[in-house]
T-cell receptor, first 113, second 114 residues
Framework: GAVVSQHPSWVICKSGTSVKIECRSL??????MFWYRQFPKQSLMLMAT?????????EQGVEKDKFLINHASLTLSTLTVTSAHPEDSSFYIC?????????FGPGTRLTVL | AQTVTQSQPEMSVQEAETVTLSCTYD???????LFWYKQPPSRQMILVIR??????QNATENRFSVNFQKAAKSFSLKISDSQLGDAAMYFC???????????FGTGTRLTVIP
């Protein structure tokens, strides 16, 4: 199957700083990528849909100014958590859409101190 | 609005036995896909099986099969000959083609007893 990578796999930052997470489709072009958030022992919650060359579509309750998404190319989408706070600590997962199937990255664990 | 419901937070099965995980969904679209994903402790999402809504035949993948009841909006997963490596969180998901979004159920934690 297709491979999706995420970088970094784990990041620790101070409260008030911004953190950028990258999602790359390594062997296919993805016009659409999805960003999810997963709290411990809970399901994946869709945050936003990222479309190449256009603005992301955010789910209800997700602050677009706090979670900035950029999908500048067919193989890269980035999620920037701006002015991070401890409550933003979570596991962030991206997926890339290809051929009617979703390919998931390994996730990024964000810890905000 | 789209919802995916998994009513079994936890399930257990004896090794080599069969277990069925339940999932119901609700979507207003006619074109959609249904998935079962497995999430082991590594947290990497692994596709178990996929079903196109327009197909009547139930999908199968080796020991994994589904019972897709479109009218009832039910999509259960059957795991036959359960193995220790099957222990994980299992998520049911629905992808709406028109809305281009993928939503997950709350998950079922499967324990396999040796």
């Amino acid at each position: 199957g297709a491979v999706v990578s995420q970088h970094p796999s784990w990041v620790i930052c101070k409260s008030g700083t911004s953190v950028k997470i990258e999602c790359r489709s390594l062997d296919f072009q993805a016009t659409t990528m999805f960003w999810y958030r997963q709290f411990p022992k809970q399901s994946l919650m869709l945050m936003a849909t990222s479309n190449e060359g256009s603005k992301a579509t955010y789910e209800q309750g997700v602050e677009k100014d706090k979670f900035l998404i950029n999908h500048a190319s067919l193989t890269l989408s980035t999620l920037t958590v701006t002015s991070a706070h401890p409550e933003d600590s979570s596991f962030y997962i991206c997926s890339a859409s290809g051929g009617g199937e979703q390919f998931f990255g390994p996730g990024t664990r964000l810890t905000v101190l | 609005a789209q919802t995916v419901t998994q009513s079994q937070p936890e399930m257990s099965v004896q090794e080599a036995e069969t277990v069925t995980l339940s999932c119901t969904y609700d979507t207003s679209e006619s074109d959609y896909y249904l998935f079962w994903y497995k999430q082991p402790p590594s947290r990497q999402m692994i596709l178990v099986i996929r079903q196109e809504a327009y197909k009547q035949q139930n999908a199968t993948e080796n020991r994994f099969s589904v019972n897709f009841q479109k009218a009832a909006k039910s999509f259960s997963l059957k795991i036959s000959d359960s193995q220790l490596g099957d222990a994980a969180m299992y998520f049911c998901a629905c992808y709406q083609t028109g809305a281009n979004n993928l939503f997950f159920g709350t998950g079922t934690r499967l324990t396999v007893i040796p």
